[in-house]
């Protein structure tokens, strides 16, 4: 029987780059993997129907996903996306957006229409990752170059995507995989409170808060991230 295939999924304005310091801990133990084109669609359900084209539904998947990769990952469990044999989700959230947080991606949306699109500029790199780590050049210069790469529509389409998403966080107790959790101690888009909600409403879910660490913990911790998933990945195959 195969390995189980490693399902990753990046965040708003991130691309593959985000889950590069990991992905020995994946070469390592022979498992394939399989990043998501999440800035082609402009829906979950779009983004998780597209995935689906490409994993037989026997197929045993792990399920990794950061920030709106996390909601992809949810998505993708309750669309009954491939035989699931576990989740982890890293700096990310179960429920909608508020009405405010709605109309601010709006905003966003309409900026990034008029003039020409930086994605993460410089400027709000901060935003992104713990003080310490926003002074890393090569970190701020990664981050601003998968924006780039995503480019205006695809992130028009990521943010309207974003917005449409299903509140599930009473869905969560309907998880029955293991599950682990992981977020930066000073993440400020994600703060730990909320990944300590998911924790508190998935069973036997396991909650790391990283510290020193913001809302890219791939990127900002990768050895800590490669430790707890490595445990989680020889626990499951």
């Known amino acids: 029987m195969p390995q189980p295939l490693i399902i990753l999924a990046p965040g708003l304005l991130c691309d593959d780059r985000l889950f590069e310091p990991i992905m020995d801990v994946f ?4 498992l394939d993997t399989l990043v998501v084109p999440h800035h082609l669609d402009d829906s979950l359900h779009g983004i998780v129907e597209r995935l689906r084209q490409q994993v037989a539904q026997t197929r045993e998947v792990v399920l990794i996903g950061l920030s709106m990769g996390g909601y992809i990952v949810l998505e993708s469990f309750f669309a009954g996306l491939g035989d699931v044999k576990g989740l982890v989700l890293l700096n990310s959230n179960a429920r909608a957006d508020r009405d405010e947080q709605i109309t601010l991606r709006k905003r966003l949306i309409a900026q990034s229409k008029l003039g020409r ?14 003080p310490q780590n ?3 050049p090569a970190l701020v ?3 601003t170059g998968m924006g780039e ?3 205006r529509d695809g992130y028009v389409r990521q943010q309207t995507a974003i917005m449409g998403r299903k509140d599930r966080l ?11 959790i992981m977020v930066g101690a000073e993440d400020k888009v994600t703060p730990p409170k909320v990944s300590q909600e998911m924790h508190e409403n998935i069973t036997g879910s396991e909650l790391v808060i990283v510290p020193n660490c913001g809302h890219l913990v791939t990127l900002e911790a990768p050895k800590i ?10 626990q499951l195959i």
């Open 27 to 30: 070469h390592s133990r022979g």
């Open 117 to 130: 699109f930086t994605g993460v500029t410089k400027k709000l790199a901060p935003m992104f990752l713990s």
């Open 134 to 136: 926003a002074q890393d």
């Open 141 to 143: 210069s990664l981050i």
């Open 149 to 151: 790469h995503i480019g």
């Open 170 to 180: 009473s869905d969560l107790k309907m998880i029955n995989v293991p599950t682990l």
């Open 225 to 234: 991230v490669c430790d707890y998933l490595g445990s989680f990945l020889d």
